[in-house]
């Protein structure tokens, strides 16, 4: 499978080039700048592209089998995730390519609660949450979304680097959390669960999250 993956040097989207990589695929890494190349992998094909530019991301999808979407803004800037998701989206519409895309977990409702991990009092520290804010409004964008064929995975509450073991729960719009009440995936299992998503798709047009 040919296989486009924006916001590749990222925490997430590194880790979703290397799974790629691994399982055979085609990987083409876009980034942000020409700095960023020489970390990626070698066997990969590299673009470097402003996704703002609707013209720009649609040509860089053409011949592609599917896009995923691991952008994150620079800290200060995370209100323009919105936009960038919506370019991507767009672009996706026009090359009649799915979208995947890491999306994050503020939308995703509490077990047993009203409240959604964005709302839950207290539930989230305060300098998480204007990312969380822009998460909640991504994920609304893409459930409006008419024209692409998008799929959208939320995390759990805690992602972090760790290890790679292939196993995770799915879950659909409420946050998972094992018995401790611990909520958390490797990043390295997000990894495999969004390459698992791409290569026998189970969420068209849908959220899914997935958690240890």
Known sequence: MKIIVFGARGEVGSRIVAEAVARGHR??????????ISALPAQVETKVAD????????????GQD???????????????????????????A????????????????I?????????APG?????????????FAQFEVCAAE?????????????????ERTGNYRVGADTLLVDE???SSISMEDLAVAMLDEAEAPQHRRARFTVAH
């Not at 890494?29 to 700095?35: E, F, I, L, M």
């Not at 026009?94 to 409702?109: D, K, T, Y």
């Open 111 to 119: 077990p047993d609660s009203v409240h959604t991990v964005l709302s």
């Open 146 to 162: 008419q024209e692409a064929e998008w799929s959208y995975l939320s995390p759990p509450a805690m992602l972090t680097p760790g």
């Open 51 to 62: 996704v703002d530019r609707l013209e720009d991301t649609a040509s860089l999808l053409a």
């Open 66 to 92: 599917l896009a995923i979407s691991a952008l994150r803004p620079a800290t200060g800037n995370e209100a323009a995730l919105v936009a960038l998701t919506q370019s991507v989206l767009d672009a996706g």
């Open 94 to 109: 026009a090359a009649v390519v799915p979208v995947l895309i890491v999306g994050g977990a503020a939308s995703l409702r």
């Open 27 to 36: 990987v083409t890494a876009v980034v942000r700048n020409q700095a960023q």
């Open 180 to 182: 401790a009440g611990g």
């Open 123 to 135: 539930f989230l520290p305060e300098e998480v949450v204007p990312i969380a804010r822009a998460s």
